[in-house]
């Protein structure tokens, strides 16, 4: 299936921040959605407006708790890209 401009410009941004840490690896067992709180999106930098879904999920990073927030489609890409990581790391 073909990607959107988007998905294209996103994934390059997702395994970076994967693979210097800025991102978790693997997707946490818990995601919370709601209504956009106007706080940057933890892929895309843009904030998250309230007329969007907000995925927003408690991740440790360097044993630190940080609280992320995704924009759909960037929550959608990142856990692509984990998957993907995940894969290429069992072959």
Not at 24 to 44: D, H, N, T, Y
Request: contains cysteine; proline residues 8%; glycine residues 6%.
């Amino acid at each position: 299936m073909p990607l959107t401009q988007l998905e294209a410009e996103l994934r390059p941004i997702a395994r970076e921040r994967i693979a210097k840490g800025q991102l978790p690896r693997e997707v946490p067992s818990k995601i919370w959605g709601g209504p956009g709180s106007g706080q940057p999106c933890a892929l895309c930098d843009k904030p998250i407006r309230h007329e969007e879904v907000e995925y927003e999920l408690e991740v440790h990073i360097d044993e630190n708790a940080r609280q992320l927030r995704f924009h759909l489609v960037c929550q959608s890409v990142w856990q692509l890209e984990c998957a993907r990581a995940q894969y290429l790391k069992s072959l």
